[in-house]
Protein backbone atom coordinates (compact mmCIF):
# COMPACT_ATOMS: atom_id res chain seq x y z
CA UNK A 1 0.00 0.00 0.00
CA UNK A 2 1.68 3.32 -1.18
CA UNK A 3 2.09 6.53 0.86
CA UNK A 4 -0.10 8.04 -1.90
CA UNK A 5 -3.39 5.98 -1.07
CA UNK A 6 -2.12 6.26 2.62
CA UNK A 7 -2.37 9.46 2.50
CA UNK A 8 -5.49 10.00 0.18
CA UNK A 9 -7.07 7.99 3.16
CA UNK A 10 -6.08 10.46 5.75
CA UNK A 11 -7.30 13.37 3.56
CA UNK A 12 -10.65 11.68 3.02
CA UNK A 13 -11.48 11.22 6.37
CA UNK A 14 -10.63 14.47 7.71
CA UNK A 15 -12.92 15.88 4.32
CA UNK A 16 -15.41 13.93 5.77
CA UNK A 17 -15.43 14.79 9.63
CA UNK A 18 -15.52 18.78 8.00
CA UNK A 19 -18.15 18.02 5.93
CA UNK A 20 -19.96 15.79 8.51
CA UNK A 21 -19.85 12.99 6.39
CA UNK A 22 -18.12 10.87 8.90
CA UNK A 23 -20.43 8.43 10.90
CA UNK A 24 -19.26 8.87 14.11
CA UNK A 25 -20.06 6.84 17.52
CA UNK A 26 -23.24 7.55 19.75
CA UNK A 27 -23.18 7.29 23.24
CA UNK A 28 -25.83 4.51 24.55
CA UNK A 29 -28.69 5.90 25.70
CA UNK A 30 -28.57 5.19 29.72
CA UNK A 31 -25.16 7.65 29.86
CA UNK A 32 -27.14 10.34 27.88
CA UNK A 33 -30.01 9.68 30.54
CA UNK A 34 -28.12 10.18 33.69
CA UNK A 35 -26.61 13.15 32.66
CA UNK A 36 -29.85 14.20 31.38
CA UNK A 37 -31.41 13.99 34.85
CA UNK A 38 -28.36 15.12 36.55
CA UNK A 39 -28.82 18.55 34.69
CA UNK A 40 -32.58 18.45 35.62
CA UNK A 41 -33.29 20.70 38.99
CA UNK A 42 -36.79 19.57 39.01
CA UNK A 43 -35.05 15.75 39.44
CA UNK A 44 -32.31 14.19 42.12
CA UNK A 45 -30.44 11.06 42.77
CA UNK A 46 -33.30 8.99 43.68
CA UNK A 47 -34.08 9.57 39.75
CA UNK A 48 -30.75 9.18 39.02
CA UNK A 49 -30.87 5.62 40.76
CA UNK A 50 -33.82 4.51 38.68
CA UNK A 51 -32.41 5.16 36.02
CA UNK A 52 -29.05 3.03 36.45
CA UNK A 53 -31.42 0.57 37.44
CA UNK A 54 -32.91 -0.01 34.61
CA UNK A 55 -29.57 -1.27 32.89
CA UNK A 56 -28.42 -4.51 34.19
CA UNK A 57 -25.19 -4.37 33.13
CA UNK A 58 -24.34 -1.13 34.51
CA UNK A 59 -26.07 -1.52 37.85
CA UNK A 60 -23.45 -4.57 38.30
CA UNK A 61 -20.75 -2.42 37.53
CA UNK A 62 -21.62 0.70 39.46
CA UNK A 63 -21.89 -1.69 43.01
CA UNK A 64 -18.84 -3.30 42.16
CA UNK A 65 -17.21 -0.01 41.84
CA UNK A 66 -19.23 1.29 44.61
CA UNK A 67 -17.34 -1.56 47.25
CA UNK A 68 -13.62 -1.79 45.34
CA UNK A 69 -10.77 -0.25 47.22
CA UNK A 70 -10.97 2.98 45.12
CA UNK A 71 -14.03 4.24 47.44
CA UNK A 72 -13.00 2.64 50.85
CA UNK A 73 -16.92 2.06 51.40
CA UNK A 74 -16.62 1.62 54.80
CA UNK A 75 -19.83 -1.12 54.68
CA UNK A 76 -20.88 -3.04 51.97
CA UNK A 77 -23.17 -1.22 49.09
CA UNK A 78 -25.48 -3.60 47.71
CA UNK A 79 -28.15 -1.26 45.82
CA UNK A 80 -27.93 1.06 43.14
CA UNK A 81 -29.81 3.81 45.43
CA UNK A 82 -26.57 3.51 48.13
CA UNK A 83 -24.07 3.35 45.61
CA UNK A 84 -25.41 6.67 43.96
CA UNK A 85 -25.87 8.45 47.12
CA UNK A 86 -22.72 7.91 48.04
CA UNK A 87 -20.88 8.96 45.00
CA UNK A 88 -22.53 11.93 44.17
CA UNK A 89 -23.72 13.00 41.28
CA UNK A 90 -20.63 14.30 39.62
CA UNK A 91 -18.64 10.89 39.94
CA UNK A 92 -21.89 8.68 39.25
CA UNK A 93 -22.07 10.81 35.78
CA UNK A 94 -18.15 9.98 35.44
CA UNK A 95 -18.31 6.66 36.54
CA UNK A 96 -21.52 5.57 34.37
CA UNK A 97 -19.95 7.41 31.31
CA UNK A 98 -16.83 5.10 31.73
CA UNK A 99 -19.01 1.73 32.26
CA UNK A 100 -20.77 2.13 28.81
CA UNK A 101 -17.55 3.02 26.80
CA UNK A 102 -16.81 -0.51 26.71
CA UNK A 103 -19.70 -0.89 24.66
CA UNK A 104 -18.39 1.54 22.05
CA UNK A 105 -15.19 -0.41 21.58
CA UNK A 106 -17.39 -4.00 20.45
CA UNK A 107 -16.16 -5.45 16.64
CA UNK A 108 -18.79 -5.49 13.91
CA UNK A 109 -15.96 -7.98 12.49
CA UNK A 110 -14.05 -10.55 13.93
CA UNK A 111 -11.02 -8.39 10.96
CA UNK A 112 -11.19 -5.89 13.60
CA UNK A 113 -11.94 -7.60 16.83
CA UNK A 114 -8.37 -7.82 18.15
CA UNK A 115 -7.31 -4.42 17.17
CA UNK A 116 -10.60 -3.44 18.97
CA UNK A 117 -9.82 -4.68 22.01
CA UNK A 118 -6.11 -4.00 21.99
CA UNK A 119 -7.75 -0.68 22.06
CA UNK A 120 -9.72 -1.05 24.93
CA UNK A 121 -7.27 -2.52 26.72
CA UNK A 122 -4.78 0.66 26.42
CA UNK A 123 -7.48 2.86 26.92
CA UNK A 124 -8.12 1.06 30.27
CA UNK A 125 -4.45 1.31 31.56
CA UNK A 126 -4.19 4.89 30.52
CA UNK A 127 -7.55 5.68 32.34
CA UNK A 128 -5.98 3.20 35.55
CA UNK A 129 -2.74 5.32 35.39
CA UNK A 130 -4.30 8.76 35.04
CA UNK A 131 -6.80 8.21 37.97
CA UNK A 132 -3.54 7.03 40.17
CA UNK A 133 -1.83 10.07 39.05
CA UNK A 134 -4.65 12.72 39.42
CA UNK A 135 -4.81 11.30 43.03
CA UNK A 136 -0.91 11.23 44.00
CA UNK A 137 -0.07 14.29 42.05
CA UNK A 138 -3.21 17.08 42.03
CA UNK A 139 -6.00 18.24 43.17
CA UNK A 140 -8.08 17.32 40.05
CA UNK A 141 -10.67 14.86 40.14
CA UNK A 142 -9.87 11.10 39.51
CA UNK A 143 -12.93 10.05 37.76
CA UNK A 144 -13.20 12.32 35.73
CA UNK A 145 -9.47 11.76 34.95
CA UNK A 146 -10.21 8.23 34.62
CA UNK A 147 -13.20 9.30 32.12
CA UNK A 148 -10.36 11.50 29.81
CA UNK A 149 -7.86 8.20 29.93
CA UNK A 150 -10.74 6.07 28.87
CA UNK A 151 -12.00 8.44 25.83
CA UNK A 152 -8.74 9.31 24.84
CA UNK A 153 -8.26 7.87 21.83
CA UNK A 154 -11.93 7.35 20.84
CA UNK A 155 -11.11 9.38 17.89
CA UNK A 156 -9.66 5.75 16.27
CA UNK A 157 -12.90 4.11 16.46
CA UNK A 158 -14.91 5.80 13.43
CA UNK A 159 -10.93 4.97 11.68
CA UNK A 160 -11.19 1.44 12.25
CA UNK A 161 -14.45 1.35 11.08
CA UNK A 162 -13.30 3.16 7.61
CA UNK A 163 -10.57 -0.10 7.52
CA UNK A 164 -13.52 -2.71 7.03
CA UNK A 165 -14.16 -1.41 3.49
CA UNK A 166 -10.91 -1.69 2.72
CA UNK A 167 -9.30 -5.16 2.69
CA UNK A 168 -6.01 -4.20 1.84
CA UNK A 169 -5.73 -1.94 4.96
CA UNK A 170 -6.55 -4.07 7.77
CA UNK A 171 -3.50 -6.31 6.66
CA UNK A 172 -1.63 -3.53 6.69
CA UNK A 173 -1.16 -2.52 10.19
CA UNK A 174 1.99 -0.20 9.79
CA UNK A 175 -0.12 1.82 7.52
CA UNK A 176 -3.70 1.66 9.54
CA UNK A 177 -1.46 2.64 12.63
CA UNK A 178 -0.16 6.03 10.78
CA UNK A 179 -3.15 6.40 9.67
CA UNK A 180 -4.57 6.89 13.18
CA UNK A 181 -1.65 8.76 14.39
CA UNK A 182 -2.62 11.40 11.52
CA UNK A 183 -6.26 11.53 12.02
CA UNK A 184 -7.32 10.14 15.51
CA UNK A 185 -6.88 13.99 17.59
CA UNK A 186 -9.27 15.44 15.48
CA UNK A 187 -11.87 12.87 15.43
CA UNK A 188 -11.66 11.94 18.75
CA UNK A 189 -12.46 16.50 19.27
CA UNK A 190 -15.58 15.92 17.17
CA UNK A 191 -17.15 13.18 19.09
CA UNK A 192 -16.43 14.16 22.34
CA UNK A 193 -18.17 17.80 20.73
CA UNK A 194 -20.70 16.09 19.58
CA UNK A 195 -21.34 13.82 22.69
CA UNK A 196 -21.57 17.62 24.91
CA UNK A 197 -18.47 16.40 26.78
CA UNK A 198 -16.86 19.10 29.22
CA UNK A 199 -14.22 21.34 27.02
CA UNK A 200 -10.98 19.87 29.23
CA UNK A 201 -11.84 16.34 28.56
CA UNK A 202 -12.61 17.24 24.71
CA UNK A 203 -8.95 19.42 25.06
CA UNK A 204 -7.50 15.66 26.00
CA UNK A 205 -8.83 13.89 22.81
CA UNK A 206 -7.23 16.29 20.66
CA UNK A 207 -4.15 17.24 22.20
CA UNK A 208 -3.10 13.93 23.87
CA UNK A 209 -0.25 13.24 21.31
CA UNK A 210 1.15 16.64 21.70
CA UNK A 211 3.96 16.30 24.45
CA UNK A 212 5.57 19.78 23.98
CA UNK A 213 1.89 20.71 25.39
CA UNK A 214 1.87 23.34 27.52
CA UNK A 215 -0.60 25.00 29.63
CA UNK A 216 -0.32 27.35 32.33
CA UNK A 217 -1.15 24.88 34.51
CA UNK A 218 -1.56 20.89 35.33
CA UNK A 219 -4.69 19.93 33.75
CA UNK A 220 -5.94 16.42 32.21
CA UNK A 221 -4.42 16.60 29.14
CA UNK A 222 -1.20 16.59 31.00
CA UNK A 223 -2.44 13.82 33.21
CA UNK A 224 -3.03 11.67 29.94
CA UNK A 225 0.43 12.22 28.35
CA UNK A 226 2.01 10.65 31.04
CA UNK A 227 0.10 7.90 31.88
CA UNK A 228 0.24 7.63 27.97
CA UNK A 229 4.30 7.63 27.93
CA UNK A 230 4.19 5.85 31.41
CA UNK A 231 2.01 2.60 29.27
CA UNK A 232 4.21 2.49 27.11
CA UNK A 233 6.82 1.48 28.85
CA UNK A 234 9.56 -1.35 27.69
CA UNK A 235 7.19 -1.60 24.23
CA UNK A 236 8.05 -0.82 20.91
CA UNK A 237 5.54 1.81 20.43
CA UNK A 238 7.36 5.48 18.88
CA UNK A 239 6.31 6.60 21.94
CA UNK A 240 8.83 4.56 23.64
CA UNK A 241 11.60 6.45 22.64
CA UNK A 242 10.66 9.78 24.03
CA UNK A 243 13.25 11.39 26.54
CA UNK A 244 10.66 12.25 29.32
CA UNK A 245 12.73 14.86 30.44
CA UNK A 246 11.67 17.02 27.23
CA UNK A 247 7.95 16.71 28.01
CA UNK A 248 6.82 19.77 30.33
CA UNK A 249 3.75 17.25 31.76
CA UNK A 250 6.10 15.92 33.67
CA UNK A 251 7.18 19.09 35.44
CA UNK A 252 3.56 20.32 35.32
CA UNK A 253 3.01 17.64 37.82
CA UNK A 254 5.71 18.39 40.20
CA UNK A 255 6.68 14.45 38.93
CA UNK A 256 10.15 13.20 38.83
CA UNK A 257 10.78 11.85 34.92
CA UNK A 258 12.61 8.16 37.13
CA UNK A 259 8.90 7.52 38.84
CA UNK A 260 7.16 4.78 37.52
CA UNK A 261 3.35 4.94 38.85
CA UNK A 262 2.74 1.17 38.63
CA UNK A 263 5.43 0.90 41.05
CA UNK A 264 4.11 3.62 43.51
CA UNK A 265 2.62 2.70 46.76
CA UNK A 266 -0.94 3.08 46.83
CA UNK A 267 -0.93 4.28 43.09
CA UNK A 268 -0.30 0.14 42.13
CA UNK A 269 -3.34 -0.95 43.79
CA UNK A 270 -5.83 1.76 42.77
CA UNK A 271 -4.55 0.28 38.71
CA UNK A 272 -5.10 -3.01 39.87
CA UNK A 273 -8.76 -2.13 41.09
CA UNK A 274 -9.88 0.02 38.21
CA UNK A 275 -8.08 -2.63 35.61
CA UNK A 276 -10.39 -4.99 37.14
CA UNK A 277 -13.70 -2.99 37.00
CA UNK A 278 -12.56 -2.13 33.32
CA UNK A 279 -11.67 -5.27 31.93
Known amino acids: MGSNLEQKLIDELLEDLENDRLILPTLPEVALRVRDTLEDENMGLPEVAQVITSDTAVSARLIQIANSPLLRASRQIDTVELAVSRMGGDMVRNLVMSIVMEQMFQATSDVTDTRLRDLWEHSTTVAAISYALTNKFTSLTPDQALLAGLVHDIGSLPIIARAEDVPDLLKN ?15 GKAILTKWNFPQEIINVAEHHDDINYDSSSADYVDIVI ?48 IKSVLS
Request: charge should be negative.
Open 226 to 273: VANLQSYLGSNHYMNDIDWKTVPSFDKLGMDTDINIVNMEGAAEDIKS
Open 173 to 187: TEVLDRIIQQAHCAI
